[in-house]
């Protein structure tokens, strides 16, 4: 069984750096590929980036690229999302999502954690 459990969220101000993390298990991380998104009060939810964690590469929405970056524990199976300057438009839950094989901006995905909190004050 697939299981993503999402942490470190919370209330940061803005310009401020934010990780969150993703723990995973019960998918190989050879042929998964784990994703960020996010979803603001009354509107769709996001893709934020992933990362195709045996080949390493990942890839961004064009909203935060140079401001998040993704990585990839194999050995921990862990999946991190770090967020720098952060900006109050950034508010949202954020969840991490997971799908066997490769991904990229446009997959679906499979497996999702419950989401944490990002609020960013002005």
């Known amino acids: 069984q697939v299981q993503l459990v999402e942490s470190g969220g919370g209330l940061v101000q803005t310009g401020d750096s934010l990780r969150l993390s993703c723990a995973i298990s019960?998918?190989?991380?050879?042929?998964?590929?784990v994703a960020w998104f996010r979803q603001a009060p009354g509107k769709e939810r996001e893709f934020v980036g992933g990362i195709n964690r045996g080949v390493g590469n990942t890839y961004y929405a064009d909203s935060v690229k140079g401001r998040f970056t993704i990585s990839s524990d194999n050995s921990k199976s862990i999946v991190d999302l770090q967020m720098n300057s952060l900006k109050p438009e950034d508010t949202a839950t954020y969840y991490c999502?997971?799908?066997?094989?490769?991904?990229?901006?446009?997959?679906?995905?499979?497996?999702w954690g419950q989401g944490t909190q990002v609020t960013v004050s002005s």
């Open positions: 999502a997971a799908r066997r094989g490769i991904g990229t901006t446009y997959s679906n995905y499979d497996y």
């Open positions: 019960g998918l190989t991380f050879g042929s998964s590929a």
